[in-house]
């Protein structure tokens, strides 16, 4: 159902994602907000790694109670403050999505929403 486009004619990703992804057949489509790292309990941990999986878990109940799985996730959007390790963020994505490519954009940003907060992630997927 989810085909990623690779051309050989560019380059290849900076990391682990796919340029584009082809969605074929799809019925069910899942687009959520922004998702911040704000746990059931309304804590929000210290570093952008630990903030990064928060959010990962809050978009796996999403998808859960969508009745989906990580592999229905085609695009993923990543807003990251400034100066924070990026690399914690994609080993957060990278982690969750075990294996699976999805198209992914990560923008870095002087602030979000609440000045706790240090990543915020959306996502598009689709199922059958």
Not at 36 to 58: F, K, L
């Amino acid at each position: 159902m989810h085909i990623p486009i690779q051309p050989a004619s560019l380059a290849p990703p900076a990391a682990r994602y796919a340029h584009a992804i082809l969605t074929e057949n799809a019925r069910r489509w899942l687009h959520t907000s922004g998702v911040v790292p704000t746990r059931p309990d309304g804590s929000v941990p210290d570093g952008i790694g630990a903030q990064a999986a928060v959010v990962w878990e809050n978009l796996g109940a999403m998808l859960a109670e969508a009745g989906m799985e990580p592999s229905a996730i085609v695009s993923v959007t990543t807003y990251a403050v400034v100066g924070e390790p990026l690399a914690d963020v994609m080993s957060a994505r990278d982690t969750f999505l075990d294996g699976h490519l999805a198209a992914s954009t990560l923008v870095t940003v002087p602030a979000l929403a609440r000045p706790e907060w240090k990543v915020e992630i959306a996502i598009v997927a689709a199922g059958e």
